[in-house]
């Protein structure tokens, strides 16, 4: 979420040329680069969600604010999140087509699958939410039919999913399902497994907004929450809501998952990310992954090089 035009004054004064400026060639060395976007990127449209005075958190991002994710590297996104609709279905549809001139595939409605090739194989993304609005996190028999259906269609399949409680105090995953704020927001373990088993070759989770816990399941690499990472103006950057990281995850050609690092940064300022010298993020999920699956997670080295056990 590069900044908001709703309420006014939460956009940066550069236009958005800053937004991933000080990462220079980090998200673009890797052969494919994924993001969730958290909100639309829209001109028009209204917000049933709340009204001009109340401090309510609804994102509109400018359509001309998309150049900046190209431009980073992003290839793949995920539109399966509570804010998605923040406008409404016109918006909705208008980031969707904001994506396609830019040529980043996306997924997140239900039905829409992203595929994109690299080096002959044929890579598909499918998004998944708390919310029917996008492929939902709560039915896992469709969920498993999907990704079943994708795998057969390409080499290699990559599940997102939108889920979890949210904030400082859900940086762990527990057993069995979430709930926040009254909303039942998935039981990700078991969501995680039934995906995995359907076909899916990496899992990165998005929502928590903090990191959490590494898993290895059956060869495949789960992330259950990269935490925030661009969010200018509208979140609290305190401690560490503003450590955040690069998740680098290598796969061979069946999917299995060979080995990757943990990049860290850190949001600085209104939420402009850059390398974080002090590496904390490689000790938080070091940390967080030896809590949560001391028998399934992986190794994770002080430089944040991860490997398998």
């Not at 809501?241 to 209104?270: C, F, H, K, N």
Request: hydrophobic share 40%.
């Amino acid at each position: 979420m590069m900044g908001t035009d709703f309420p006014a004054g939460y956009l940066p004064p550069d236009a958005g040329a800053s937004a991933f400026s000080r990462l220079g060639t980090l998200l673009s060395d890797a052969d494919l680069t994924f993001g969730n976007l958290e909100g639309p990127l829209c001109d028009g449209g209204a917000t049933t969600k709340c009204g001009e005075g109340e401090n309510c958190y609804a994102f509109r991002t400018p359509t001309a604010y998309g150049k900046w994710l190209k431009e980073a590297g992003f290839d793949l996104g995920s539109t399966a999140n509570n804010h998605a609709e923040d406008f409404g279905t016109s918006c909705r549809l208008e980031t969707e087509r904001t994506l396609d001139a830019l040529g980043i595939a996306w997924s997140g409605r239900p039905g829409t699958v992203a595929t994109v090739e690299r080096d002959g194989l044929r890579i598909g993304l499918i998004g998944f939410h708390t919310n029917p609005n996008s492929h939902y996190v709560n039915d896992l028999a469709s969920a498993s039919t999907l990704v079943a259906a994708v795998a057969r269609t390409h080499d290699l399949v990559v599940v997102s999913f939108h889920g979890g409680a949210e904030g400082r105090s859900a940086t762990h995953v527990p057993a069995g399902k979430e709930v926040f704020l009254g909303e039942d927001r998935g039981d990700l373990r078991k969501f995680a497994r039934t995906v995995v088993a359907a076909g899916a070759d990496l899992v990165l989770g998005h929502g928590p907004h903090v990191p959490r816990g590494l898993e290895v399941i059956d060869g495949r690499l789960v992330a259950y929450s990269l935490g925030n990472f661009s969010t200018y103006g509208r979140f609290n950057l305190s401690g560490d809501l503003a450590t955040s990281l690069v998740l680098e995850a290598t796969l061979d050609a069946t999917g299995a998952w060979t080995g990757g690092r943990i990049l860290p940064v850190r949001q600085v300022g209104e939420g402009i990310p850059e390398p974080d010298p002090t590496g904390r993020a490689i000790a938080l999920m070091s940390e967080l992954t030896l809590a949560d699956f001391p028998d399934t997670g992986p190794r994770i080295a002080a430089d944040g090089t991860l490997t398998p056990r």
